[in-house]
């Protein structure tokens, strides 16, 4: 009889050592499944939460009452009327420098009866906003009228587009809007007026205050201090109260426009 050495055969062991590395890998897969089944359950748990929860609040333009004035508009017929100035700044780089003219006459509720808006965009400005919307809301936040051409003028920046609302008529009550755009500096100059009876005289008023607007300070931006610098040379005197007479001369109307010299 043949007797056999006590030890365990090279395959076996390697069979043994295979069988639990697979039953380790198995076990290890498992865990692994199961970690990630927890993980799921606890964010489908937290979903309500962030259906919830409010979107982060939009950068909005704030009042800048230490900043130091950068234009300046000349006295016009300010024997009922008084002007406001507040400069407003946005996070991603605009700033708004607006002129308000409220009338004695209208109480004490100081309802503006004329605007003068400087904008100097930043990164806030997108090709999706409407500036004729944004001009009719600030002429009248409760009216939702859209605007139409009203013509164009000739001022100390050129010929400025004007703008009333559709269907208005030339009533005591119509107010008339303004604007102008630059691409060097980037500026837009913008408002709207009530003043006057008939718009002839609302024309003149814009033009009159155009022509006063002066600026005290452009900071670094050399493009602006130039755009004032030849402005105030095609500068004119203005009165703030024009005839019809007068102001046919120069302004250009609606329907038929006729203006002095070329476009």
């Not at 199961?34 to 929860?53: C, K, S």
């Not at 119509?174 to 718009?199: A, H, M, Y």
Request: with cysteine; net charge neutral.
């Amino acid at each position: 009889m043949h007797s056999f050495p006590a030890r365990i055969h090279p395959a076996l062991t390697s069979f043994a050592d295979e069988c639990f590395g697979t039953l380790a890998r198995l076990m290890a897969y498992v865990g692994t499944l199961a970690l990630l089944g927890i993980g799921g359950v606890h964010l489908w748990d937290q979903l309500p939460d962030f259906a919830d929860a409010e979107p982060p609040a939009k950068a909005s333009w704030s009042v800048a009452a230490r900043t130091q004035p950068a234009f300046a508009v000349g006295q016009i017929d300010s024997s009922d009327k008084t002007v406001g100035y507040e400069i407003f700044r946005h996070p991603e780089g605009g700033r708004k420098d607006v002129f308000r003219w409220t009338s004695k006459a209208t109480g004490p509720d100081d309802t503006p009866i004329a605007e003068l808006e400087i904008y100097r965009p930043g990164a806030e400005l997108t090709a999706s906003q409407s500036v004729t919307a944004e001009i009719s809301a600030r002429m009248d936040p409760n009216a939702r009228r859209e605007l139409e051409a009203a013509g164009v003028i000739d001022s100390k920046f050129g010929k400025i587009a004007l703008l009333r609302r559709a269907g208005s008529g030339d009533g005591a009550g119509s107010c008339l809007g303004f604007l102008k755009r630059f691409d060097e500096p980037n500026l837009q100059i913008s408002g709207w007026t009530c003043q006057g009876v008939g718009l002839p005289a609302r024309r003149a008023a814009i033009a009159c205050v155009l022509g006063r607007l002066v600026l005290l300070t452009a900071g670094n931006d050399a493009k602006l201090a130039d755009l004032f610098a030849r402005a105030e040379l095609r500068r004119t005197n203005c009165s703030p109260i024009a005839s019809p007479a007068i102001s046919a001369d120069w302004v250009v109307g609606v329907e038929n426009p006729l203006l002095r010299g070329r476009l």
